[in-house]
Structure formats: C-alpha cells, structure tokens
C-alpha cells in the first residue's frame, strides 16, 4: 500500500531526472560551451547535477503530495461536505466582491488567479459532493489534469532552459525574472523569432503521451485512499525528505567551480530562477570582501581632482554648447566592425564614420544588458550588484548627465523605438528630468515596419530628425539619447534595405540592418541646419554575448564608441584602456563643460586618468587595470587572472585587445594586492555613496 502511494513521485521524479540529464548532456556539447571537459569534470558535473536535480524535485513535490494527502471521502460526509462547501462559497465571494481584498492588495493578477482558483476548487467540490457516483470519475480526471500540469512543467521548463542557454550561455538569472515580468514583449519575441506551433504541438503531445503513461501505471492508487493513520506516516516521511532536499540544495548550490561553463552546467535552473526573483539587489557590505570605508573612498577618489565626491571641473576654456545627439546601439559588439578585426562588411557607415572620429579602441561595457548600458551612460558610475539602478524603486532625482546638460539650459531627451515602460526605463528617464519620445510618440502613418521590440531604427532616425527639428526652433541646444532597437532578435527590418533578407532573423543581418539605419539617419541630419553646431557620440549598451570560459570573458565586454562632430573634434585613435563610464565625462571635457560633478567615471583626456574598466554580472564584479581582471563575488570570493597582449592580424595597432584564451588564473599567494584594494575600494563605495543617496542632484 505505501509503495503504491509513492508510485506518482517515483514515475515524475525518473521522468524528470532524465530530462534533466539529456538537457545537461545538450549543453555540455552546445557550441556556445567553448570549453571541453575531460572524464573526472564530466562525472563532477553529472553527479552534482544529478543531485541538484533530485533535491529541486522533492521540493517541488510539496504541491503533488499535499494534494494526494488532502484526498479524502469522509470530507463529503455530512456535516463536513456542506460546511467545506460553505465556506469555499464565502471564499469565493469575498474575492469577487470585496473590493480591497487581501489577494488585491498583492497588485497585479493575483486577485485575478485566486478568483479562478477558489472557483474551480469550489466547483469540483461541489460536483464531487452532490454526485457521489462520479467521484471515481472525477478524482481520476483531476489527478489525470494534475499529472499532466507537471509534465507539461517539466517539459516546458526544459526546452525555456534550453533557449535561454542558447542565447546567453547561462542557467536563469535577472533576465529570465525580466522575461517573466515583460511578458507582452517576451512572447512577442518568441512568436517572431522561434517556430512556436510546431514548437508547442510537440511540447504538448509529449506531455500527453508521458501522462497518460504515468497515469496508467499509478491510478490504481485511487481505488483505495489511505486511513488517518497511513497519512500521518506519509505525511511525516515527506517532511523529512523536504528538510533533507532544502539541506542537500544549500550544499550543493554552494559548491561553485572557477570555470563558469562548469557551474551554470551543474547547477539547477529553478534555484536559479528564485535566487534572481527574490535578489533585485545584493548588499554589498554583507556577500562582498570590504575594506574600512574611509580608506575606500580615499583610494577610490585619489583618481580625481580635489579627491573629493563632490568636485567642481574647470575648464579654463570657453565652453562650446553645441547640440549633442548619444545613439547607444542595441549588442554592436566591437568584433562586428571593421575597425576591430571583422571581414564580413557588416558596419561600412559605421567604419567610414570611425575614421573621422574619435575612436575608443579599448573600451569595455560595464555589463551584459541594456539598462546596464544606459546606467553607464547616464549614471557614469561604476555597477553595483544586483540589478540594475535603472531598476531599483530608488531611481529618480540622480546627478545624471541629462542633469548636466539641463543646467546648461539645453532641452534633454530619451528616444527609444519601443514603449520605454520595458525595462522601466521611462520611470527612470522621466524621473530624471528627461521628456520621452517612443513608441507611442508615433503616428500610425509613421511606421513602415515594427517588430515586439519596436519601430524598426530607420523610422526612429525619421522621427529623432522630427525632434531635433523641432528643438533647434525653440532656439535652446538639445541633448538626445537615442536607445537603437532592431539589432536584437528576432533580428527582423524592413525588407530590400541590405543584402541579407529582412526575414532571414539572423544577429548579421541585425547588425548590418542597424549600420544602415543610422546612416540613413545620418544623411538625413547633414541637410539640418543644426548638423555643423552638433555632437554625435556613437557607442554600444553591450556587447552581443556574455557567454565565455571566465566569470567575465573581456572579449564579450569590449565594445566600439566614437565621438564624431565635423570641424569640432579632430580624428584619432584612443587606444588606452578605459570604461564605459568614461564617456561621457570626456565629452563634456572637449566641451569644456565648467559644472559640479559626482560622476565616477574619467575624463580621459584629464591630467588624472588611469586607464581601467569596470565590468560586472549581476553577481560578479571585475576590474581590468595594469594587465590584471580582478573580479570580486559573494560569498567574498577574490579572483584575479593576469592578462597577456594579443596582436589582431588584421589590426595591429590594437595590441591592447585582450584575449581570454590569454587570460592565467593567478594563485592566492600571488595575487596583487593593490590591485585588490583597488577594486574593493572602488565597488565598495559605490555601493555606499548609493546607499546613503549621495550619487543624487
């Protein structure tokens, strides 16, 4: 009889634990795993895998078990069956009818789901207690229906781990909560990039037939439901084995490997998944190594004039209060360009325009998504761990740099081609003095193409001319960031516009398509009359992939960026290391800005410069200074790797490009020291200025 009951969780269990091994197996082989492993990591990682898996299961198991538990036929009884089903009702309309409920009160759907809940409960129960000859029936088609949620559970999550590993060579982080969160631009983007009938057809006829399988070889259970006695017994048991599966996931999740590829592959994507839920920011002075906090801000400000947070830049010059017009474009990693190596021809505007610029050749992104680009550019501050501060609830009312330019008397502006509510950009720009122009800013009429994530690039470019023009009659200069959308999958523009078919969804044609569009954009501001008195700053949010054999794979973080003005800026080539961060301050430099600054990053071209880099995860946090990657992670973990010069072929003058294959894990013992204090100094009073609201306006 206990065999029996355990039947369902023994089927589910080896049913999911295959699934779970297959999907392993998938990715220790995926190219995106550009590392192999040898016999004893292999074993490693299949064991530990194998029990990750088998502790999530017990721990999902809590919703199957109660519910066999609760299975019962004296509930039906009288008085019970009458009173339960009272009590559902009131239940049932105390959602419906109460306006502030306690489930309202949650936001969102979830008075929604708890009305479709309680009402299902409450309507099986009653069938169930007025029509005793169906019971069987019924309890077999909802223990069929339950079965059958949790194969489709299995499966489902599966094939999403799959693809989410596809494209970011990881388990489920921030960006799977952000997908669940944005789920009108999350579907939109699977619809359009992914054969989704015949993907979901499949998903649902396997769990079908696993179902009906497993209910074959269990249903038997229900014939005879067990006594009070044999409940407790069951109950118990399976007590034990949820402590026993939360004690086994706290150390095996503990057990973190220095290659990146082995951790994510090992690991479970579900403990994941609720880690990054419940972790919109990590406390830095709890999970981080740290320093004395006086001695942080010391070391960190010695970098800038007067050591100080709050600082006033001088120029000495006349400041030149041109328009200036910052195009952050959507993962234009630096390999795509010319200029860095490429030889497919992907960017020719792009590179043409290079050369009449000032050209960053060793600049790196301070992160691997979007509103971690747009931080960089507007915060010009180091990341903090966790999300990004575009995403905190404390985002408004920062020094920023549309600050800068408002105190300058310029008209400030956020452009995107989507709606800016994604990513909750337009609480953070709007809440930063910056007017909104997206997507619903746009006339039907305006729109030529469009896909989930936006209007395609070149009609945003037809519509920044529109802004711009009506700026520069107001007679005040204008600053615009404009958020590039159409390199980004499903990789889908207009048709006609490039060599590669506007349908062909792949990341070149992306590339390719945005490079176009923004020469396009180009050729349409040169006949403004505001062309000659503007500022174009062209830079990456990011680069395409994060996915590598290191906690922070340097060549996914190096990004082009270019300041371009005719007449103004002379060409060059800066090929010193700097940050993302860096931007900006140097623009306002060769502006000769005079204002009160807090931002964290340099002016490159300042007497102070030190040539580093800030580069980070939503957990790892690097510094790449003096040939070394420092990175700094939670549990107050300190890695550093030694970085050797790797000489492009095709480009020899950038012979400060680091390679990871170069990259050598240094030993404790021989870790640079001042190099470490640098980067704790540096993330750790960030993290405190953020903290105590000092990086506001």
């Given amino acids: 009889m206990s065999f029996q009951r355990i039947k369902p969780f023994l089927y589910l269990g080896i049913f999911y634990l295959t699934i779970s091994l297959i999907l392993r197996i998938v990715f220790l082989f995926h190219p995106i795993t550009t590392v192999s492993f040898g016999f004893v990591e292999m074993s490693k990682i299949l064991l530990t895998g194998i029990a990750n898996d088998l502790f999530v299961f017990i721990l999902v198991s809590i919703v199957l078990a109660l519910y066999l538990l609760f299975l019962s036929e004296s509930k039906y009884k009288k008085p019970y069956g009458p009173a339960i089903l009272g009590i559902l009702v009131l239940f049932f309309l105390y959602i419906l009818l109460v306006p502030n409920n306690i489930f309202k009160q949650y936001g969102g759907s979830v008075a929604e789901i708890a009305l479709a809940f309680v009402g299902l409960k409450t309507l099986c129960f009653g069938l169930m207690l007025f029509l005793p000859h169906k019971r069987l029936k019924i309890r077999n088609i909802l223990y069929f229906i339950t ?95 949820v402590v026993a599966g939360f004690v086994g996931l706290n150390f095996t999740t503990g057990i973190r490997s220095s290659n990146i590829f082995e951790s994510e592959i090992e690991a479970n994507g579900l403990p994941r998944f609720y880690w990054a839920f419940t972790h919109n920011e990590l406390d830095y002075f709890r999970f981080y190594p740290v320093m004395n906090e006086k001695k942080a801000e010391k070391n960190f400000l010695s970098q800038f004039t007067g050591h100080n947070l709050e600082r006033n830049i001088v120029s000495g010059q006349p400041e030149q209060k041109k328009n200036v017009v910052l195009i952050s474009v959507e993962s234009l990693s630096a390999d795509f360009m010319e200029h860095y190596g490429n030889t497919q021809k992907l960017t020719p505007f792009l590179d043409s325009l290079a050369n009449r610029s000032l050209l960053f050749t060793n600049l790196y992104a301070t992160g691997n998504r979007t509103v971690r680009g747009l931080e960089a550019l507007t915060l010009c501050i180091p990341p903090t761990a966790g999300e990004s501060i575009i995403k905190r609830e404390n985002n408004k009312n920062k020094f920023t ?71 520069a009659k107001s007679g005040m200069p204008f600053f615009n960031h404009w958020m590039t959308v159409s390199n980004h999958r499903p990789f889908t523009y207009p048709a006609g516009r490039i060599d590669i078919p506007g349908d062909a969804k792949s990341r070149e044609g992306g590339v390719k398509y945005t ?24 830079v990456a949010d990011h680069c395409a992939s994060s996915a590598g054999k290191v906690e922070l794979p340097m060549d996914k973080y190096r990004i082009p960026a270019m300041i371009f003005s005719e007449g103004f800026i002379r060409p060059q080539k800066f090929t010193q290391t700097m940050s993302q961060i860096d931007i900006m301050p140097t623009l306002f430099g060769l502006l000769h800005f005079n204002y009160r600054s807090e931002f ?56 400060l490009y680091f390679d990871e294959i170069a990259v050598k894990n240094i030993a404790v013992q021989n870790k640079n020291k001042k190099l470490v204090d640098e980067t704790v100094a540096d993330y750790q009073s960030t993290s405190f200025w953020l903290k105590k609201n000092r990086l506001n306006r």
């Fill in 147 to 241: 079965l059958f949620l949790y194969v489709l559970v299995i499966i489902f999550n599966a094939v999403s781990e799959y693809f989410f590993y596809n494209e970011f060579g990881l388990r489920y982080n921030f960006i799977a909560v952000d997908y669940l969160i944005y789920t009108n631009e999350v579907i939109g983007n699977i619809m359009e990039s992914y054969p989704v009938i015949p993907l979901f057809s499949a998903i649902l006829a396997v769990a079908v037939l696993v179902t009906v399988f497993i209910y074959r070889k269990t249903q038997s259970g229900l014939l005879q439901l067990p006594d009070l006695k044999q409940k407790l017994v069951l109950g118990g048991a399976f007590i034990i084995a």
């Fill in 401 to 471: 740099t549309g600050s800068v330019f408002r105190s300058k008397g310029y008209d400030v502006k956020f452009l995107y081609g989507g709606y800016s509510y994604f990513d909750n950009m337009q609480d953070f720009f709007a809440g930063n003095g910056y007017g909104i122009v997206d997507r619903n800013s746009f006339k039907p009429e305006e729109i030529t193409f469009a896909n989930v994530w936006g209007v395609a690039d070149e009609d945003m470019a037809k519509k920044a001319i529109q802004t711009m023009n009506a700026e």
């Fill in 515 to 538: 490079d176009y569009a923004l020469h396009q954009f180009f050729k349409m501001a040169e006949k403004q009359r505001w062309y000659r008195n503007t500022v174009f700053v062209i």
């Fill in 600 to 655: 964290l990053g340099q002016d490159v071209f300042g007497k102070n410069f030190e040539p580093k880099a800030y580069i980070a995860t939503y957990q790892d946090l690097g510094l790449i200074q003096d040939n070394h990657l420092t990175v700094i992670s939670p549990l107050r973990k300190i890695r550093q790797y030694e970085l050797k010069q790797q000489k492009n072929a095709l480009q020899p003058e950038f012979n």
